[in-house]
């Protein structure tokens, strides 16, 4: 799958031709997870509409949710303004972190809410 | 500034020691902007709860709204499952990009919302 060139040429990659991307919950605005894409995960995820990501450790693409059953409905895609990092609104199924928490950063506090 | 060891250990660094940060409002759940941090950033941001981050390009640290005036203040931080990013929930006075949107991700649609 190809991605259009109009947003190819609007992409900032880093050296490992990379960009990060947030997925946000839609009906909650929680933000579920931080993943990797390169250019073919962006064009899977506008095509299929489903959350898909590049794993750095693995060196593979991977659906969210395709063994978990947790996916990701993608209803939304934006780019930053420098191009660098993409915002996924979605409807997450199920859990959205490995884990088995709600999202990504519910385990880990580093600064308590005031 | 140094970070404290027990949270230092837990961080998974890229090849040039930083971690990704994501900024969301606490009022809205909007996802303001996404940018860097090494240990020091994070260290300086936990201490003084202003937004502070690495930049790749300046290869310097910077305080949001220092030079702007649309400062961030920090009111909780959370570090995902794999230790390679954080989140920051803030207050976000003004503009949080710099070009003066309400989000780094609000001038580009890559997949429209249904």
Chains 1, 2 share one sequence.
């Not at 593979?60 to 420098?82: A, F, I, N, P």
């Amino acid at each position: 799958m190809s991605l259009d060139p109009a947003i190819a040429s609007r992409l900032k990659r880093n050296d490992a031709g990379l960009f990060s991307a947030v997925a946000q919950e839609r009906a909650t605005g929680d933000v579920l997870m931080v993943a990797w894409m390169d250019d073919e995960a962006l064009a899977r995820t506008l095509e299929t509409r489903r959350g898909t990501y590049y794993s750095r450790s693995r060196q593979q693409y991977w659906v969210k949710g395709e063994t978990s059953g947790h996916t990701q409905y993608v209803h939304e895609v934006r780019l930053d303004c420098d191009g660098d990092s993409v915002l996924l609104v979605v409807d997450q199924e199920g859990a959205a972190c490995h884990t088995g928490t709600h999202t990504c950063f519910d385990a880990d506090v580093l600064l308590p809410a005031e």
